[in-house]
């Protein structure tokens, strides 16, 4: 906002306590896999045709009962798999406690993830476990607080239906006649309450006051990210695939949703109108 506060709407203390319950609910351990592991004694090509027959991408190796390593199916899996050893890049072993942010961000360029748990190295996480229902979850969540702050902004700065001028006359229509309709349902709602994501996503992106709220000053920035958001809020409510289509989402999503839920935050985008 330029030239005063920000005001304090209630749905930002609501947003934040169920940001706290969101980050702090869903970790690594919910989505691992355990990570089959091996004596490096064996022999290399009897792991590597195990590992063919039951689709694993990486095992643990053992050396005196802990896991000191990883064994990738070698192209010439000739002698045993102390031979083909890979150890642990401390950078991409979390804690099985670490939350689904730092999991996201972490695979972000990376093909897999160890997690610690039980003092030793006892799971795997690829961007194929990103499709699981924890994950899912999560993202959706955070969506949803998106959403309740966009609403509890456009309340608190444009009272009534002074931000109807950034609709365009079909979408305002659309509303009201679902806001008529759930009326009849005796559901007490506001116009605004009926307004799909995008919608309250075009407003801000419209609104000058509002879009200095947030990390962009770019119009067509803000339509893009959201554009983005709302596809893959649609993939999820449809249990469609978002590691392919939405994976730049997913990560900026995790990268800055502290930012984005954040009215204070104003860090200056560069742009074009």
């Known amino acids: 906002m330029t030239n005063r506060e920000l005001p304090t709407d209630p749905s930002f203390h609501q947003v934040d306590s169920l940001l706290?319950?969101?980050?702090?609910?869903?970790?690594?351990?919910?989505?691992?896999?355990?990570?089959r592991s091996f004596e490096s004694s064996t022999r290399a090509q009897e792991i590597a045709d195990l590992m063919r027959q039951r689709g694993l991408g990486v095992v643990g190796l053992r050396?005196?009962?802990?896991?000191?390593g990883f064994f990738e199916i070698p192209d010439d899996p000739r002698g045993v798999c102390s031979d083909h050893h890979r150890p642990f890049e401390e950078a991409l072993v979390?804690?099985?406690?670490?939350p689904l942010d730092e999991v996201i961000?972490?695979?972000?360029g990376e093909p897999r993830l160890f997690v610690r748990g039980f003092w030793q190295i006892a799971g795997v996480i690829t961007?194929?476990?990103?499709?699981k229902a924890p994950v899912r979850m999560w993202l959706f969540g955070m969506l949803t607080l998106i959403e309740m702050r966009m609403t509890g902004q456009i309340e608190e700065l444009y009272p009534g239906e002074s931000w109807s001028e950034y609709l365009s006359p079909a979408r305002l229509e659309s509303a009201r006649q679902l806001l008529a309709e759930r009326q009849r349902r005796n559901q007490e709602l506001s116009i605004l309450d009926c307004l799909q994501f995008s919608d309250k996503a075009q407003i801000f992106a419209r609104s000058k006051e509002l879009r200095d709220t947030t990390r962009y000053t770019s119009r067509k920035q803000?339509?893009?990210?959201?554009?983005?958001?709302?596809r893959l809020r649609n993939n999820l409510a449809h249990s469609q695939d978002i590691i392919t289509t939405d994976w730049e989402a997913v990560v900026d999503l995790s990268t800055n949703m502290r930012q984005i839920l954040n009215p204070l935050h104003r860090r200056r985008a560069g742009g074009d109108e």
Not at 20 to 35: D, H, K
Not at 127 to 131: A, E, S
Not at 223 to 229: F, N, T
């Open 222 to 230: 803000l339509e893009k990210v959201a554009k983005a958001l709302q």
């Open 94 to 98: 979390l804690p099985d406690s670490a």
């Open 127 to 131: 961007r194929y476990d990103l499709q």
């Open 105 to 108: 961000q972490a695979l972000d």
């Open 20 to 35: 706290r319950v969101f980050t702090g609910g869903f970790s690594a351990a919910q989505i691992a896999e355990p990570l």
């Open 63 to 68: 050396h005196e009962g802990l896991v000191t």
